[in-house]
């Protein structure tokens, strides 16, 4: 996305042909930052944004205030552009969970502190540095039973979530058969049997 707007942008101020533009753009010689194409350098001051967190807020920050979320999926693509803007945009909550598994020899905070290298926090960690201390992992697995849960992990979940976002899923076209049912079927039927569990759900 960001290469075609580049492409656009450049195509727009120049003279030269397409063909041109691209030749350039592939021998690096318009070191844009991709990043400057979609407006993501323009980071607001975080004292500023202390100030108008104090305005009233819309509808959905205030459906967000002071609620607790469970994500599945939070290493993912959607699931990071989720945490992300939940965390920007809904400051007021109160905390969120993410159900990670161990992979590939890391475990689960190792996973969590990966997820925020990601250059889609920039912005983030730019305007809100302590957005963190209100995320933490929980160790499990959607293709489990119970979702690999502890029952401790399990009763703090019951107890304090309101809000579910099940984003965990395999995606691959040709996933083994027993491998997709046992994370997207089965892996929801869990999901829904620990929302039932859940007593404050909004």
Do not use: W
């Not at 803007?85 to 905070?109: A, E, F, T």
Request: include cysteine.
């Amino acid at each position: 996305m960001a290469l075609d707007l580049h492409r656009k942008n450049e195509f727009k101020k120049s003279k030269k042909s397409y063909d041109e533009i691209m030749k350039e753009i592939v021998t690096d010689e318009f070191p844009l930052n991709p990043l400057e194409l979609v407006g993501e350098l323009s980071f607001d001051d975080p004292a500023v944004l202390e100030e108008t967190d104090k305005l009233p807020r819309s509808d959905i920050q205030e459906f967000y205030k002071d609620a607790t979320i469970f994500i599945t999926g939070g290493t993912g693509f959607m699931g990071k552009m989720l945490i992300e803007k939940l965390s920007r945009s809904c400051p007021h909550l109160k905390h969120i969970y993410l159900l990670i598994r161990n992979k590939k020899g890391k475990d689960v905070n190792e996973r969590i502190d990966a997820i925020f290298e990601d250059r889609l926090f920039m912005r983030l960690k730019h305007e809100r540095p302590k957005f963190y201390h209100k995320i933490s992992a929980i160790a499990g697995d959607a293709s489990l039973p119970g979702l690999g849960i502890s029952s401790c992990d399990r009763q703090k979940l019951a107890e304090n979530v309101n809000i579910v976002f099940h984003a965990a899923a395999t995606i691959r076209f040709d996933e083994h058969i027993r491998t997709a049912i046992n994370i997207n079927v089965l892996g929801t039927r869990e999901i829904i049997n620990l929302a039932k569990e859940m007593t404050n759900l909004k």
